[in-house]
């Protein structure tokens, strides 16, 4: 679930105060974050990880309030609540599939599962890829390991970043249907980020928050 009320960023570089509409996503809902690039998409989608603090406001997710957060505990959390499939998937190209994986284990301070590693992937339809490089991957390979990283320890919350942008129809539709299907797997709430119109048709019936209705547009080239 996701509860925020009068939630607002400032950009220190800039000055810029985003104060953001209230929102309440019950626990395995979906929420289009919507808006054009710099509109404050990726800021939102960094305050629900507890990856910025926010100004001023309430914000509680996965039963969590985190302004009550820091450090090392809000990391923990992070790590066991949350399951982010960023645009720039991060996985290190030093290790195997299975081992990027691993990692997730590591930030939660939990012992490493490979069955849970296995099956994660298995979900996905890659479970043959697992002792693979990153770079033998392909696009939509790599983005189906990084969304298996990101439901590997079944999170409240999935949050994802434009997972649509750089695909084409057929790709998008398959890698849309995948986050829907492993969201509801673990009965996670999703919230995904985009511009892209076939998302927004395809998920017509979710929740919407636009931030299109709080930038003006002279202030569209400030951070997302």
Known sequence: MIRTRGLAYT???SG???RFPDVDLPQGGTLLLRGR???????WLALMAGLRGAGSGDLF???TQLAAQRGAEIDAWRARSIGFLPQKLYLSSALTVADNLGLVYFAAGLPRDDAAIGR????VGIGELAQRLPQQLS????QRVALARAVLLAPEVLLADEPTASLD???AADALALLCQSAAACSASLVIATHDQRVVQALAGAQTLDLNQIVPPRLSGMPS
Do not use: F, R
Not at 37 to 43: E, I, Q
């Open 11 to 13: 950009y220190a570089s």
């Open 169 to 171: 129809d057929e790709a």
């Open 61 to 63: 997710v996965a039963g």
């Open 120 to 123: 994660a992937l298995a979900q």
């Open 37 to 43: 690039s710099g509109s404050g998409k990726s800021t």
């Open 139 to 142: 696009g939509g390979q790599a």
């Open 16 to 18: 810029v105060v985003l």
